[in-house]
C-alpha cells in the first residue's frame, strides 16, 4: 500500500490507514511471501516515523506492537498479534 502521508489530516484518517497497514501485515504474513512480509514491516515503520505526535501516540503504540508481532518466527503467533492490535484500532475508530 502506497501511502501519501501528507494527506492524512485527522486522527481518524491516521487510525484508518494504520488499521489497512495492519491488514496488509498480517495478510503478508499468512502469505508466507517474505518479501510482502518485509514490505509490510517497513510501511508500519514510516508509519510511526510520520504519524504526528501530537495526536498519534496511542496508534503509534499499536504500530510498534505489530512490527514486533511481525518478526515473530511462529507465523500463527505473528498473525495473531497484528489482529489482535487491528482489533485494538477497530475500537479505537469506534470511540
Do not use: C
Not at 481518524?12 to 496488509?24: C, S
Not at 514486533?68 to 497484528?82: E, G, H, T
Request: proline share 2%.
Amino acid at each position: 500500500m502506497s501511502v501519501d502521508w501528507n494527506a492524512l489530516i485527522t486522527l481518524e484518517q491516521w487510525a484508518e490507514v494504520l488499521h489497512e497497514l495492519l491488514a496488509e501485515a498480517r495478510a503478508s504474513i499468512l502469505s508466507g511471501d517474505t518479501a510482502k512480509r518485509d514490505l509490510a514491516h517497513k510501511t508500519l515503520v514510516e508509519f510511526v516515523m510520520e504519524s504526528p505526535n501530537s495526536i498519534a501516540i496511542e496508534l503509534d503504540e499499536f504500530a510498534r506492537g505489530a512490527i514486533d508481532a511481525i518478526k515473530l518466527p511462529a507465523r500463527d503467533q505473528a498473525a495473531a498479534s497484528v489482529a489482535n492490535h487491528m482489533a485494538e484500532v477497530a475500537k479505537y475508530l469506534k470511540k
